[in-house]
């Protein structure tokens, strides 16, 4: 469809069309966005039996209206937030319940999604049928953090394997996430243009002064996977790297994971970044801050974060402009830089011409 090439040394990048016609931003909600696995949390959303988490997933994209619980038998469930009656929006609060109620007429379900009552439906042929319980959409935990699909390409492990092997010995269990270091971003440009910059560390050097003097950018790597990838940020001497991984002398493991998911690992703890398209050029960018170890906070890769978030943006809302230029059409690929980003050019390709 846009002629990426696998050959980096071959390959065009996307063409500016992708960026600029509405039809593709449309288009990318159902051939991308509802394909892969979005991120809603971490399972202290519903920790306790009758706990219920209503959210939208990408609110201002998708807008898909869905419903964390954790039912009595301790299990969690993700199910469609609309009523099989006439679709009124069953739980609109964060809230402790023995069961769903409907307000608009009445129809109770459980906490897994099960019909379990409708007034003044005596008569009515055929009911209740499986049609009438809460649809349930795929959910996957991974170190007590929920992601969900509403209609998966490929299954969970397929994006996250290689996180999983390589990061055995990071500790999950010690995450703790600090609202008040969380922060949303709204960026002027398109979002695959906000994820094409994190996906190259060729930048650093030239829009990020303060992080080019920790990492040692000659040895920064970038390493391929099916539907991740992930860049290794090797410290200068003397930076703070991580004590506890069986690898030497790293300051950050930068993993992104297709479409819009980014996961950075520094010795302080996990910054994850979530990249929610609302416009074609206006994009939510979420940090949420989860800290393992409080005293490394603000420290070697990880620090400055909100700078070099700034620095980002500024540069990604002048690429904006510069794909609305009728002067623009596509460019090339370093072969040695820009790997990962060809990547994503090439995942975007494969999904938008399914
Ligand atoms: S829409 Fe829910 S009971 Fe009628
Ligand atoms: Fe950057």
Redesign the pocket.
Known sequence: MFNINPDIKKSPTLPSSFYRDEKYFEDSKEKIFTKTWQFIGDTDLVKVPGQVYPFTLLDGYLNEPLLLTRDYDDNINCLSNI?T????I?CDGVDNVKSLR?R????QFELNGLFKFMPEFEGCENFPSDKDNLPKIPFEIFNNFIFTSLNPYAPFEDFFKEIKERLYWFPFHKLRLDTSRSKDYLVKAHWALYCENYLEGFHIPYVHKGLNDVLDYSNYTQEIYKYCNLQVGMAKSGEVIFDESPEKNIAAYYYWVFPNMMFNFYPWGLSINIVKPIEKNLTKVSFLTYISDESKYDTGAGSSLDRVEREDEAIVENVQKGINSSLYKAGRFSPSRETGVHHFHLLIDEFMSK
């Open positions: 009523c009656h006439r679709a009124n069953v409907c608009y007429h009445g129809r």
